[in-house]
T-cell receptor, first 113, second 112 residues
C-alpha cells in the first residue's frame, strides 16, 4: 500500500525563523511526483512545491525548498524567513502512476508574531 | 485562468437524503478528481473522471457516484447520506499528463 506519513501534527515558530516539516512515504514505484500543499482557513488546497522523483536536484520556490531523499523515501519542506501568511495546514502528497494523489494527515503550522 | 469553482460552499442535509455537489473545472482541464476531507484529516481520493468516463476509484461505496460533462464540469452524488459523510469535499482538475492538480475551495457538507 502507498502511504504518506507526517509525524508532526502541529508546529509553532516565530516570524522570520526557519522551519522544517517532515514527511516520509512508501511506494514500490520508481517514478512519481511529490508535492507539498498549503491549506489556509479558506480551505483551498494551494500547491507550494513539486518534486519529480527522477530528478535528483531538490526543488525550490522562493522561500520554500525541499530535501528529497529518494532512497530513504523522505521529502521534507523547509520554509525560510517565515511569514504570518504561512500559517496554515501543510499536506505532503504523492501522486502515483494512476494519477491518484495520496495525502498525509497534515501538519498545522503556526507562525507567531 | 478561471480556476476551479465548487458549489455550494456549505450544505446541511439530513441522514438518508441525497446530495449533489458541483464543480467547474479550470479551462482546458479534461481530468477531474474528487476528494473527501474529514475534519483534521488529509483528503481521501473518491474517484477520477477523464473525458466523461470514470477511470479510477478509491475505497468508497457505490452510493458515491459522479458525472463529468462535455464541458468538463462535473458532479459528485451521494445517496443515502450517513453521519460519517460529513466532510469537506474537494474537486481538483488538470490537463491529462500535467504534473499536478488545481483544487477548488470545496463544499462543506454536514449531515445531521
Amino acid at each position: 500500500a502507498q502511504t504518506v506519513t507526517q509525524s508532526q501534527p502541529e508546529m509553532s515558530v516565530q516570524e522570520a525563523e526557519t522551519v522544517t516539516l517532515s514527511c516520509t512515504y512508501d511506494t514500490s514505484e520508481s517514478n512519481y511526483y511529490l508535492f507539498w500543499y498549503k491549506q489556509p482557513p479558506s480551505r483551498q488546497m494551494i500547491l507550494v512545491i513539486r518534486q519529480e522523483a527522477y530528478k535528483q536536484q531538490n526543488a525550490t520556490e522562493n522561500r520554500f525548498s525541499v530535501n528529497f531523499q529518494k532512497a530513504a523515501k523522505s521529502f521534507s519542506l523547509k520554509i525560510s524567513d517565515s511569514q504570518l501568511g504561512d500559517t496554515a495546514m501543510y499536506f505532503c502528497a504523492f501522486m502515483n502512476r494512476d494519477d491518484k494523489i495520496i495525502f498525509g494527515k497534515g501538519t498545522r503550522l503556526h507562525i507567531l508574531p | 485562468e478561471t480556476g476551479v469553482t465548487q458549489s455550494p460552499t456549505h450544505l446541511i442535509k439530513t441522514r438518508g437524503q441525497q446530495v449533489t455537489l458541483r464543480c467547474s473545472s479550470q479551462s482546458g482541464h479534461n481530468t477531474v478528481s474528487w476528494y473527501q476531507q474529514a475534519l483534521g484529516q488529509g483528503p481521501q481520493f473518491i474517484f477520477q473522471y477523464y473525458r466523461e468516463e470514470e477511470n479510477g476509484r478509491g475505497n468508497f461505496p457505490p452510493r458515491f457516484s459522479g458525472l463529468q460533462f462535455p464541458n468538463y464540469s462535473s458532479e459528485l452524488n451521494v445517496n443515502a447520506l450517513e453521519l460519517d459523510d460529513s466532510a469537506l469535499y474537494l474537486c481538483a482538475s488538470r490537463t491529462r499528463g500535467a504534473h499536478g492538480y488545481t483544487f477548488g475551495s470545496g463544499t462543506r457538507l454536514t449531515v445531521v
